[in-house]
Each structure stands twice: as C-alpha cells, then as structure tokens.
C-alpha cells in the first residue's frame, strides 16, 4: 500500500466484485479475501489489494480450468 492508494469500505469492495456485503464480511472473517484494516470501528481496503485479490482469484481460475481440459 502506498500513501496514494485509495481506499474503499466493505459495501465499496462488495459493489465491484458483484456480492453481498455479508459476503465480504463473512471472508474476512475466515481469513479469506481481500487484505484489510481496521481504523477506529471502520474496515478498510485498499484498492490495490483488492485488485490483487481479483487478480490472484483470476489466475487461479485460469490455472483450473487449463488442467481441466489438458490445456487446450
């Protein structure tokens, strides 16, 4: 994280990925998901870990999928 990064809340962070809120806060929870903090009684993310996680997720798909069918 950079002093320049912006950073977003949960409902931000479930927003761009399309899920619920509870999801978000269900996988911090278990340790999952995008890394985040704590600032007083708000968690935050920064919008670079948050493309990183999708990022991580995307690639690990992509892996998935080219063992599935011997990749072709």
Known sequence: ???????????????????????????RHIGTGPASFRVGRRVLYARSDVQKFI???RAAAT????????GR
Do not use: C, F, N
């Open 55 to 57: 990022d991580d997720a």
């Open 1 to 27: 994280m950079s002093m320049g990064d912006e950073y977003l809340t949960t409902v931000e962070v479930a927003e761009i990925m399309r899920m619920s809120p509870e999801t978000v806060r269900y996988w």
């Open 63 to 70: 892996a998935a999928s080219a063992g599935k069918d011997g």
